[in-house]
Antibody, heavy 120, light 109 residues
């Protein structure tokens, strides 16, 4: 059973950089059939896709966040990461990592999510 | 950019009722439409992909249909464990991007 686990600080100060890592277990992140994505959900609100990355390092980002997002992948550790810079309170959300099927662009396996609060 | 709308935003139904949620795209998206269930405090779960294909392990009371701009998600007989918020999700090629609908909250009457 594929497992994804988000990790990183739960509190980030305004204007600083939010950094999260997703560790993938029981399957290789280098599988050619999948991208790996980040999605967030502000408290009480809907889902917002942030971006997705392929094991080769190829990325695509949400146009609304593109200027502040960097995603990377470390195949040796079976991990992928998210950096979101210049954060504000509006970036407070539960951040999910998920596996993303190439053919259907559906997210078929999700981490449990981690709450990141932006506050001084 | 393609905009996705969902209706209703919330609904209450009785156990055993047939429940229908619609998702509308601002332009033709073929069948590039997926549906998710999210229970409170949990990650979303994929139910339907490519508009009408049931994800492995998902109960058959869930179904999806539609193509182009109008899509429907149906629970044929609502069960207590179906209390959740349901989201549609679209993938766009040019530029590449993914959009979730605003969600429909389903409660038991």
């Amino acid at each position: 059973q594929l497992r994804l686990q988000e990790s990183g600080p739960g509190l980030v100060k305004p204007s600083e950089t939010l950094s999260l890592t997703c560790t993938v277990s029981t399957d290789s992140i280098s599988s050619g059939n999948y991208y790996w994505g980040w999605i967030r959900q502000p408290p009480g609100k809907g889902l917002e896709w942030i971006g997705s990355i392929y094991h080769s390092g190829s990325t695509y980002y949400s146009p609304s966040l593109k200027s502040r997002v960097i995603m990377s992948v470390d195949t040796s550790k079976n991990q992928f990461s998210l950096k979101l810079n210049s954060v504000t309170a509006a970036d407070t959300a539960v951040y999910f990592c998920a596996r993303h099927v190439r053919e259907t662009y559906s997210f078929d396996c999700w981490g449990r999510g981690t709450l990141v609060t932006v506050s001084s | 950019d393609i905009q996705m709308t969902q209706s209703p935003s919330s609904l209450s139904a009785s156990v055993g009722d047939r429940v229908t949620i619609t998702c509308q795209a601002s332009q033709d998206i073929s069948n590039y439409l997926n549906w998710y269930q999210q229970k409170p405090g949990k990650a979303p779960k994929l139910l339907i992909y490519d508009a009408s294909n049931l994800e492995t392990g998902v109960p058959s009371r869930f179904s999806g249909s539609g193509s182009g701009t109008d899509f429907t998600f149906t629970i044929s007989s609502l069960q207590p464990e179906d209390i959740a918020t349901y989201y549609c999700q679209h993938y766009d090629n040019l530029p590449p991007g993914i959009t979730f609908g605003p969600g429909t909250k389903v409660d038991i009457k």
